[in-house]
């Protein structure tokens, strides 16, 4: 015997209806947008961390000159970074694609193991080539970067200039740029994982002349 379908429960199976569409409308909604982060695999684990913090360092020449410098510090994190996650023989931007800015208050000259920069006071990016058993080169372009801007190519070089390279130990965890005062020179450095790389840069009493 069959019953008869009521007028309330024919209401009731049009709102579950309703219910079971929206609900696979919401589903396949979720899935469309986890999907590329599904397919990213080991590239999003990556980024996961987060963007690396800001850093800072600042120099003084003896003559009240000064050297700034604003970077983003990564961690090594248990990976291998020179020769893996930053290559050879490529041009870097130091600090997990955040552009490195160097500003100088006064004119400067980069005096390093081959060659030199000359800097006008003002606003520069810096890159760098690291190279295996070799020194590394010191990239100084006239072209303020944003973040993870690429480099922008030689056109807008200032210059090129060689810097001494080294091993450390123990390793350093996070990108470190610093800087010391030794009367007219300032020594600059860059640290991560087992690697430093350094220039010495003098103010501009010294422009032409070595201490």
Request: proline share 7%; with cysteine; hydrophobic share 35%.
């Amino acid at each position: 015997m069959r019953h008869k379908v009521t007028a309330m429960q024919m209401k009731i199976l049009e709102k579950m209806r309703i219910f079971n569409f929206i609900t696979s409308l919401l589903l396949g909604a979720a899935l469309a947008i986890a999907a590329p982060r599904l397919a990213r695999g080991t590239d999003q684990e990556d980024k996961s961390h987060g963007p690396s913090p800001a850093a800072h360092t600042e120099c003084k020449f003896a003559d009240g000159g000064t050297i700034s410098v604003g970077y983003a510090s990564p961690r090594v994190r248990g990976r291998k970074i020179f020769g893996e996650v930053v290559p050879y023989e490529q041009v870097w931007s130091p600090g997990n694609n955040e552009a490195t800015t160097l500003v100088v208050s006064e004119h400067v000259h980069v005096a390093p193991l081959d060659g030199g920069i000359d800097i006008p006071a003002g606003s520069y990016t810096l890159f760098l080539i690291p190279r295996k058993d070799k020194p590394w080169t010191l990239i100084i372009s006239r072209k303020t970067s944003e973040r993870g801007a690429p480099y922008s190519g030689k056109q807008y070089d200032l210059g090129r200039s060689e810097m001494g390279s080294d091993l450390v130990s123990p390793p350093v965890e996070n990108f470190t740029i610093g800087c010391y005062q030794v009367g007219p020179v300032v020594m600059m450095s860059m640290k991560w994982d087992t690697q430093a790389a350094y220039v010495k840069i003098l103010d501009e009493s010294w422009i032409g002349k070595q201490p």
